[in-house]
């Protein structure tokens, strides 16, 4: 059976992991608009809205399976409700450690949009490196659903190696792998993540 959401708006309409990708791409400014208000002021260098969005496209991709949604904003409400979620989870977690006097380690928010564009940059053509805030931001919602595409230890892999920055080395530790392994997921990553973009350019 294949893995699809049901979309019911003006017509039935039927998503894949083809199709969805460019429906999430078109709806990432807005998404982003709504959680970042939504992240207390005194959390905004704790909790970023990149990482909230990543978590609600994973959850999208993972969804595929046999979910129905109708109307014709069911799939923005479905959204905006996932991401409400993982919100407030991550204030709940964020308060949680301060309060025990823990460290959230996370980058700033525009440290995490710049690692992400540059991971852009390294797997698609250098012709498309981002110039403006806009395009930046669009290079930035392409790198993280394409990200959410990828198998699990793929993306943790390709997460803690370009977005954290963490060593191959630190990444093994934290994966329970060896480097050679951490090394060879990373390299297979990165031709996915190329060939995912690539096609969502000549779709």
């Known amino acids: 059976m294949q893995d699809r959401i049901v979309v019911m708006e003006s017509a039935p309409q039927l998503l894949d992991a ?3 990708p460019k429906l999430l791409q078109r709806r990432a400014a807005e998404l982003r608009d709504y959680i970042a208000p939504r992240i207390p002021p005194a959390l ?3 909790i970023s809205v990149e990482d909230i969005l990543q ?3 994973i959850d999208t991709f993972r969804a595929l399976d046999g979910m129905e949604l109708r109307g014709p904003d069911a799939l923005d409400r479905w959204l905006k409700t996932l991401a409400q979620r993982k919100l407030v989870n991550a204030i709940k977690t964020a308060r949680r450690l301060k309060r025990g ?3 959230v380690i996370s980058q700033h ?3 995490r949009t710049s690692s992400l564009v540059d991971l852009f940059v390294r797997v698609a053509s250098p012709e498309r490196t981002p110039s403006s805030q806009v395009a930046m931001l669009e290079a930035t919602s392409a790198m993280q659903i394409a990200l959410a595409e ?3 230890e793929t993306r943790q892999a390709i997460w803690l190696r370009f977005i954290e920055g963490h ?3 630190t990444v093994a530790t934290m994966m329970n792998k060896t480097s050679a392994s951490v090394r060879a997921i990373v390299f297979r990553g990165l031709r ?3 060939e995912r973009l690539r096609r969502k350019r000549t779709a």
Do not use: M, N, T, Y
Request: charged content about 30%; glycine content about 12%; proline content about 8%.
């Open 101 to 103: 006097g823990g460290h």
């Open 167 to 169: 060593p191959a080395e």
């Open 44 to 46: 905004r260098r704790i």
């Open 109 to 111: 928010a525009g440290d």
């Open 192 to 194: 996915q993540l190329h």
């Open 18 to 20: 083809d199709s969805l």
């Open 55 to 57: 978590e609600v496209w």
């Open 150 to 152: 990828l198998p699990e």
